[in-house]
């Protein structure tokens, strides 16, 4: 396709801050990315397009990129949500064996065609709320076959639906029930990394993740998983100072980890880690509403180390079960106290830095054309509603979607 859109409020993100926005603005899209993007008065003579459309001054923002999800999982968590509404703990659930275990056992006894369907349902939701990039875990398998499972459907829903996924292996999520007991921890960790270059070896990994907590693997057996990955070249994340300050962070910078996430107990020291290594926060406000987390992510001392600072729905079945990015960037806003162009930048242009991508989250000339068109005055309005859902029009790799 190579089409001009015109007379459109064009929100580039293409400087370091503000929203960068081209008033009756135009974009050049041709083939898959952008060709020229500028004032409406201002299109090139030698301009050469198939079509164009007038946007009538609809608001257009880089297509949103969710950068942490667990997106593919069997059955729900609804019991344990009414456990931990009666005071019940998200630790003292894991400790009991539900949690994250309980998921897992749902996924083993659910067949890869389950795992897709249900997967897919989710994900159009997450697209007809903006998403065109989207990052998805494994971590609820387990063991060999059921990790490779579930980050083989990641990359089947590339195949079937028009977004692009990238998948991060997180078997490090909890000790699988295999290894349970005396040193199963350290056992299971050496069983993971034999894993790593097998699933790598079948092209099923992005990124490799952990969950560093009292309640999952500590920084040796952390660093164990990232020392293996690194030795295949693949980079790293950690799910780090969630419940507890772990210092994580700090670990997940000496390996120049792509991104940190959840953050509530980072505290300076992390802060001045993750600053020099140029990892990215990545916040995650609906898992700390629904755990009904009190202490905030330290954001304004992110912000002043110049940490980049992401947003994502970390949608799974039991700390998030959130499908509305829009929700997320309301959230960040009302909870964390972020602007409303940070939330839009936490779900684009730091997103993808969050996922090691540089081709995309911006509007500039040469990016990868995957755009949101929103019936909207001005950007600020995205984080701004609740629960309105702004029917948008999606453009992915320079071609509109139907959703
Ligand atoms: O990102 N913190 C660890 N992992 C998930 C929750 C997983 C679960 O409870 O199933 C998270 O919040
Ligand atoms: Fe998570």
């Given amino acids: 396709m190579s089409k001009l859109f015109r007379h459109a409020t064009v929100v580039t993100l293409s400087t370091q801050e503000g929203w960068s926005i081209i008033s009756d603005g135009a974009i050049w899209v041709n083939d898959d990315h952008i060709q020229w993007v500028g004032k409406d008065s201002s299109i090139p003579l030698s301009a050469a397009y198939d079509s164009e459309e007038d ?4 608001v257009v923002t880089p297509g949103l990129i969710d950068c942490h999800t667990h997106l593919i999982y069997g059955g729900d968590r609804t019991e344990e949500f009414e456990e931990r509404l009666k005071g019940v703990s998200y630790a003292e659930i894991a400790h009991g064996g539900g949690g994250i275990l309980s998921t897992v056992r749902a996924t083993r006894a659910s067949s890869s065609e389950v795992l897709l369907e249900s997967a897919k349902k989710r994900l159009l939701s997450l697209m007809q709320e903006g998403i065109t990039t989207i990052e998805i875990k494994s971590g609820y398998g387990l063991s060999l076959d059921s990790e490779a499972t579930c980050l083989r459907v990641a990359r089947q829903l590339a ?12 078997a490090a999520h909890t000790i699988a029930p295999e290894f349970s007991g005396e040193g199963g921890g350290d056992s299971y960790v050496e069983a993971v990394c034999h894993w790593l270059p097998l699933l790598d070896a079948e092209g099923l990994l992005d990124a490799v993740d952990g969950f560093c907590e009292e309640i999952a693997f500590n920084r040796q057996q952390i660093r164990r998983i990232f020392s293996t990955a690194q030795r295949l070249g693949i980079p790293v994340k950690l799910h780090a100072e969630q ?4 210092h994580g962070a700090e670990l997940a910078a000496e390996f120049g980890a792509l991104s940190c996430d959840h953050l509530e107990y980072l505290d300076t020291a992390g802060i001045k880690a993750i600053a020099k290594s140029g990892t990215v926060a990545v916040l995650l406000p609906s898992a700390f509403y629904a755990i009904r987390e009190k202490q905030c992510p330290p954001v304004s001392d992110l912000r002043a180390a110049g940490v980049p600072i992401a947003l994502a729905t970390d949608h799974n079945p039991g700390t998030s079960p959130c499908l509305s990015p829009l929700l997320i960037m309301n959230m960040a806003c009302i909870l964390f106290r972020m602007t409303p162009e940070e939330a839009l930048r936490g779900m684009t242009v730091n997103a993808a830095r969050a996922l090691g991508l540089s081709d995309r989250g911006k509007i500039v000339t040469g990016s990868r054309a995957d755009l949101a068109i929103w019936p909207l005055d001005h950007p600020r309005e995205l984080a701004y509603g609740i629960g309105q859902h702004p029917q948008c029009r999606l453009i992915v790799g320079g071609k509109e979607v139907s959703l």
Avoid: F, K
């Avoid at 946007?55 to 609809?58: C, I, N, R, S, T």
């Avoid at 419940?243 to 772990?246: A, C, D, F, R, V």
């Fill in 55 to 58: 946007l009538e001054g609809a």
């Fill in 243 to 246: 419940l507890s300050n772990q």
């Fill in 159 to 170: 195949i079937e639906l028009p977004v692009s996924v990238r998948t991060t292996c997180l």
